[in-house]
């Protein structure tokens, strides 16, 4: 139930859900297709886990996270359960990712029974050429069907995450795409250039690998057809309606603690990070012999903890201190608003280079 104090400070709670119908070929996350049979025990161990974790006093969620994977896969009662189980204060933001595909207003109720509050709808493209490219197997009209199952159901917001890119994409695509889910009226936006990931198929493939000049295009144009249907840009590669943030996101930006449960999630607690067991087997075999589920860790001193905030904030619409950047050696990149340099459009085309020069 949730907790009627909402002054708890910031924390996050994230669920991994490790299985997919199938994989696209650009993934690099910790999913499998091939493992559905482990779905119940897994489920019962990330039960298992969070029931221990409560127990020893984990801190109310301001903002819980549910990713993967495909969660949207799952038995929406099942993980309704899961994220029940979850202490969260009353004006918590609750995410499920979900591929279009899955979505029903049926398990959209299940969610929001449960105190969901957000979806992420994985749309990647709105050309069928495109989604046969990066793997997907979804149409158009099963988004725009999602996005009214959302709206019948009432959940109070929704992300589009889209993804640009892709061998065969063309500038027309691309714009068609992005006009499409401009007229399904999202609050909120996730625009990603496609990147190629070490050990996927997509990196065996050099004649499928996405083009910096073309990307760069291709942001362009997200950002002038989303700015100016009224969704302002407030991380890289996020767009919002005012208010219509993904606050969890934004913790992480702000190195704020969280606590991950599942095979491959991570966690972070005032400058240690660690990140549990990759495989679900593995993480199902520790949970019930009640050890610890930690892979390895990392303590971060300050001056690494300093370089990464700049890093993070660099991203962000408020961007960074004075102090932190010579930001006169970036004349149309960035800018000074206040006391902060902040990236212009161009800059965030730049920001990893730019962010190598903070200090």
């Known amino acids: 139930m949730p907790a009627a104090d909402d002054s708890s400070p910031p924390f996050g709670v994230y669920l991994h859900i490790p299985f997919c119908a199938s994989k696209c070929d650009y993934c690099a996350f910790a999913t499998w297709t091939d493992r559905h ?28 996270f549910v990713g993967g994977g495909t969660p949207s896969t799952i038995d929406g009662q099942a993980l309704a359960a899961l994220i029940t189980a979850i202490p969260v204060t009353e004006r918590a933001e609750v995410t499920v990712e979900c591929n279009p595909d899955d979505v029903t207003e049926e398990l959209l109720a299940a969610y929001a029974a449960a105190g969901v509050t957000r979806v992420s709808i994985g749309v990647q493209s709105m050309a069928s050429h495109v989604l046969g490219a990066l793997g997907r197997r979804h149409d158009r009209r099963n988004v725009e069907r999602a996005v009214a199952a959302v709206r019948a159901v009432g959940l109070p917001t929704f992300n589009l995450d889209v993804i640009y ?4 994409e063309s500038i027309d695509d691309w714009r068609s795409t992005v006009e499409a889910v401009v007229a399904l009226e999202p609050p909120h936006v996730s625009a990603y250039g496609l990147t190629v990931e070490p050990g996927t198929p997509l990196a065996e493939q050099p004649d499928r690998h996405p083009d910096d000049d073309d990307q760069a295009d291709k942001y362009e144009i997200v950002d002038e057809l ?13 767009w919002a309606v ?40 593995r993480y199902i075999d520790l949970v019930a012999a009640g050890e ?13 903890r300093r370089f990464e905030r700049h890093e993070l904030l660099l991203r962000m619409r408020h961007g960074v201190p004075l102090d932190a950047l010579d930001g006169d050696a970036f004349p149309g990149l960035v800018e000074q608003q206040g ?19 903070l200090h």
């Open 37 to 64: 049979h482990l779905t119940d025990a897994y489920l019962r161990a990330l039960g298992a886990d969070i029931d221990g974790a409560v127990t020893d006093g984990m801190p109310t969620a301001t903002s819980v």
């Open 165 to 168: 890119g892709a061998a065969g």
């Open 226 to 238: 989303l700015t100016a249907a009224g969704l302002e840009n407030y991380e890289i590669s996020n």
């Open 242 to 281: 005012p208010g219509h943030e993904c606050r969890h996101n934004v913790l992480y930006w702000l190195q704020q603690d969280y606590r991950g449960f599942g095979c491959a999630a991570h966690s972070h607690h005032d400058g240690r990070r660690w990140w549990n067991v990759r495989t679900p087997d």
């Open 292 to 304: 610890p589920t930690e892979a390895a860790g990392e303590e971060l001193d300050e001056a690494t």
């Open 339 to 357: 006391d902060r340099w902040v990236l212009t459009r161009s800059g965030r085309l730049m920001a990893n280079e730019i962010s190598l020069h």
